[in-house]
């Protein structure tokens, strides 16, 4: 059964046996606007948690997107290269940003679940 | 994810702690569901919930209407009003005729731009002016300062400015009003739209025909209302207002010009008057006009980059490896589908075409000079 956790930085990462999936949240295209341009990592790429690993551009705004666990990228979605408003449409589903194989896949647990992270967004 | 850029955080913004003016707009804004934001001291709509990318479409493609009530406002009343202000501008005002306004800019003493304006001739003693809204309480203070005692600037504090801009605004203006269709681009009058008085040009920030708007504070709900009734109308944020100006090459004040750029060097010495060059009366006349002559040390210029990934002011730009100059202002044009960018570089200015690059994120991304314009403009004749 997958599992989905947040940051506080509006991503999320959702489990699905070995396999971890990252992209931002609804919240986060929403408050961003229309995107235009998305870079992903190279497949491959080690990554340490909190650094930068991808960017994306809407018409107004550039934003960083960080690794939320430490590991290595294991896959992208072009998909969202081709056409960023996909992102803007399905950002929790189809608008994925890349798969991260962990390098300690316990640092899951300490994510916010769900009602942690509506919390988040709920604090003024 | 964390926000790197935003247009929230541009020139004039102040920190949210501070208690933010409030446009006669707001509850409307607020009803249409925008995306306020902190801007020059104001709460303004940043976008609705159309979005920018579909404010910006109806712009271009038929009408669209922002509010730009953040704006300064003032009537310049008194004989003699235009030769005191062409003390501090390098503009023809004394040739300004009734009913047409003119964009001048305010030039300090060392040359610099202390901001950009309008001038409008509403009657041969009575001037209105629009400014910036980071700096209207400047400007109204300098000229104030240099007016003699018996001419009056009174600022309009209370009204609000709308900006109703797209190829089909004058169109749908005329089934509302009359006489206000045919004023030709820069024409001014005044007037009422749906029996509201209204001081009326043919101008706007977008290189589209269209409008702006003064209307009392009291009268501007019921008016947007009227014109976002209209066919099509949607309402547009400062986020599309941004897109298509850059878009038709427009400058920012505090972004794109300031105080230490002349108007030599942002490519706007046509608003320098021939008499006011042989005159050279208007502050900061000596080190303009002599950049007039020599050519500036650098120059503000357009780009368009290959690729899709967008360059935001500050980024260096190159040529053959060498930093030449940097972006002031930059972004995705939704017309060209692709990023553009203005900035300066050091003179000689590479020529139109000639092979660029911009370094975002320690990439240095393909990029050629473009003749500004990005898009051209479609005023009215």
Redesign the interface.
């Known amino acids: 059964m997958p599992e989905t956790r947040f940051t506080k930085?509006?991503?999320w990462v959702r489990r699905n046996g070995a396999i971890f999936t990252v992209g931002?949240t609804n919240h986060?295209q929403a408050?961003?606007?229309?995107l235009?341009?998305i870079?992903l990592p190279e497949p491959g790429r080690s990554v340490e948690a909190g650094e930068v690993c991808a960017?994306?551009?809407?018409?107004?705004?550039?934003?960083?997107?960080?690794a939320p666990m430490s590991g290595t990228i294991a896959a992208v979605n072009g998909a969202i290269i081709e056409d960023p408003a996909l992102v803007n449409r399905a950002a929790e589903s189809e608008g994925w940003f890349f798969q991260l194989t962990p390098a300690s896949p316990e640092a899951f647990e300490d994510l916010l679940d769900a009602t942690a992270y509506r919390a988040l967004l709920e604090t003024p | 994810?964390?926000?790197?850029?935003?247009?929230g955080a541009g020139p004039g913004m102040e920190s949210s702690t501070v208690e933010l003016a409030l446009s006669p707009l707001d509850a409307l804004h607020r009803a249409l569901g925008a995306r306020m934001v902190p801007f020059a001291g104001y709460a303004m709509p940043?976008?609705y919930p159309s979005?920018?990318?579909a404010e910006?479409r109806a712009c271009r493609t038929h009408a669209a209407l922002f509010d730009v009530s953040h704006m300064g406002q003032a009537e310049l009343l008194g004989a003699g009003g235009d030769a005191a202000l062409e003390h501090l501008v390098p503009g023809d005002l004394l040739g300004l005729k009734r009913g047409h306004q003119r964009y001048t800019l305010l030039t300090g003493h060392a040359g610099g731009i202390l901001d950009d304006l309008m001038v409008a001739r509403l009657a041969p003693e009575r001037l209105f002016l629009v400014v910036n809204a980071a700096n209207k309480a400047a400007d109204f203070a300098r000229i104030s300062a240099h007016i003699p005692a018996e001419i009056q600037i009174k600022p309009r504090t209370t009204h609000a400015l709308l900006a109703f801009q797209g190829p089909r605004a004058a169109g749908l203006l005329g089934e509302i009003s009359q006489g206000f269709t045919a004023l030709p681009f820069m024409g001014v009058a005044e007037g009422e739209i749906a029996g509201i008085s209204c001081l009326v040009s043919r101008s706007g920030y977008t290189g589209e025909d269209g409008f702006e708007i003064s209307v009392a504070g009291a009268d501007a709900e019921a008016l947007a209302r009227r014109l976002l009734a209209l066919p099509g109308v949607v309402p547009a944020g400062l986020?599309a207002r941004?897109?298509l100006r850059l878009e038709a090459g427009l400058c920012l004040h505090g972004q794109d010009i300031d105080a230490t750029t002349t108007p030599v060097e942002a490519d706007l010495a046509w608003t320098i008057a021939k008499r006011r060059r042989a005159t050279a009366d208007f502050p900061g006349a000596r080190p303009i006009l002599e950049a007039l002559v020599a050519g500036p040390a650098r120059l503000r210029i357009g780009l368009r980059l290959e690729g899709?990934?967008?360059a935001?002011a500050g980024a260096p730009i190159l040529a053959a490896g060498e930093d030449i100059g940097y972006l002031t202002s930059g972004?995705?044009s939704?017309s060209l589908n692709a990023?553009i960018g203005m900035g300066y570089v050091v003179t000689p200015a590479p020529e139109p075409g000639a092979p660029l690059a911009v370094r975002v994120?320690g990439q240095d991304l393909p990029a050629h000079r473009v003749t500004l314009p990005f898009i051209p403009h479609r005023y009215a004749n």
């Open positions: 930085d509006h991503e931002i986060a408050a961003l606007g229309d235009v341009f870079e960017v994306v551009e809407s018409v107004k705004a550039a934003s960083d997107v960080f | 994810m964390r926000l790197v850029a935003d247009l940043l976008s979005g920018i990318l910006h986020g941004d897109v899709r990934a967008p935001r972004g995705f939704p990023p994120r």
